[in-house]
């Protein structure tokens, strides 16, 4: 009997220690390496309804190329909405800070990104809650840069930066043109 | 001998790696230590003083008017301010300056925070740049650290900016 309760304890106590390794490396790599977004709603494409896996390496060079301009435009997002805290978005990104970009609904007809943020849509148009309609989100705002698409596995993907057809930055030549 | 240099050599990787993974956690999920510089929030928090940022209430959604907190600067994501919470999302701020003549007022709208430095005549916060995303915050200061003399939780609001409403 008590052979049987020294051994109950130290498999607790294994369970228990383990545990204490496992759970904040899990929390680490989640946090600094990647994770699984699942993509829900219509507002990217239909091939974006799936599990994608967020690169979140990327967050912190991210943060330090949007300041060398050397994020793409095409990006897919992964970031906090500004509207509520406890929701994550997936968007991609179409203008950098500096862009000239013509909106689709916004309250302005065109706008000019401030430093720091970024424009970012949905590849949804209508269906999205984008920055057409809370304006130029703060990069401190993104947590991670969608990178592969997992799931399904017939799908399993690299994702290229890509922007939509006539989407992007207004050029000054165009802007010429429009006017 | 070979062989065994490698097992202790792994050992010590597993935990630096496991000791590192901890520290993450705590100071992403329960504080952090931070360096305030800059003359914004005199004479609560001078510069080069050390606060301890709390995360928990931030992850819980527990900010409320009157607390100091340390949030991304919305221009330049490498860069964290500190300053007080002025208004909530919904609050009715008072923009325009006590000289003006006639007063303006604008809404924090959903979402979003008003921030201010306790030093008036000498902060950017939002009066510059207008209302900030909730999501940029990185924890609440609950304790001033150093210098020692001044150990222990923050003062009230010096300017009297808060505008308490009939709820409370």
Same mark, same amino acid.
């Given at each position: ?26 929390? #680490? ?5 990647? $994770? ?11 091939? @974006? ?5 967020? !690169? ?38 179409? %203008? ?6 013509? #909106? ?10 401030? %430093? ?16 057409? /309609? ?42 010429? +043109?429009?006017? | ?8 050599? *792994?050992?010590?990787?597993? $935990? ?12 992403? $999920?329960?504080?952090? @230590? ?7 929030? +005199? ?13 928990? /209430? ?28 002025? %208004? ?9 300056? #006590?000289?003006?003549? @006639? ?13 201010? %430095? !306790?030093? *008036?005549?000498?902060? #950017? !916060? /939002? ?40 709820? !409370?």
């Amino acid at each position: 009997m008590a052979q049987q309760a020294t051994s109950r304890w130290r498999y607790i106590r294994a369970f228990a220690s383990g545990l204490f390794v496992a759970v904040p490396i899990t929390v #680490t790599v989640l946090d600094r390496v990647a $994770y699984v977004a699942r993509v829900e709603g219509a507002s990217m494409q239909v091939e @974006f309804q799936h599990h994608l896996l967020t !690169d979140r390496q990327s967050r912190d060079t991210f943060r330090h190329n949007v300041r060398n301009y050397e994020v793409q435009r095409g990006d897919i997002v992964s970031m906090l909405s500004p509207k509520n805290p406890q929701q994550k978005i997936i968007k991609r990104v179409i %203008g950098l800070e500096g862009d000239f970009i013509r #909106t689709l609904h916004y309250k302005n007809r065109y706008v000019r990104v401030p %430093g720091g943020h970024l424009w970012v849509e949905g590849d949804h148009h209508g269906h999205s809650l984008d920055s057409n /309609s809370f304006g130029p989100v703060s990069v401190g705002l993104i947590h991670g840069r969608a990178s592969h698409i997992i799931w399904p596995p017939n799908r399993w993907q690299q994702i290229k930066p890509s922007l939509p057809p006539n989407r992007g930055p207004v050029d000054c030549e165009e802007e010429e +043109e429009d006017g | 001998m070979f062989r065994r240099a490698m097992w202790k050599t *792994l050992g010590f990787v597993g $935990y630096t790696v496991q000791y590192g993974c901890i520290a993450h956690c705590a100071f992403e $999920y329960i504080g952090e @230590f931070v360096v305030c510089s800059g003359p914004s929030m +005199e004479p609560t928090i001078v510069n080069h003083d050390i606060v301890f940022s709390e995360r928990m /209430s931030r992850h819980l959604c527990r900010i409320q008017k009157g607390d100091v907190v340390v949030a991304k600067s919305p221009f330049d994501p490498n860069m964290n301010i500190c300053k007080r919470v002025i %208004g909530l999302e919904g609050d009715k701020i008072c923009t325009s300056m #006590t000289s003006d003549l @006639f007063k303006t007022h604008t809404y924090v709208p959903k979402g979003h925070i008003w921030l201010e %430095g !306790d030093n *008036l005549r000498n902060s #950017t !916060d /939002s009066r510059n740049y207008g209302p900030i995303p909730y999501a940029l915050i990185r924890g609440r200061v609950c304790l001033k650290l150093w210098p020692p003399n001044n150990f222990g939780s923050l003062n009230e609001s010096p300017t009297g900016r808060i505008i308490k409403t009939e709820k !409370d």
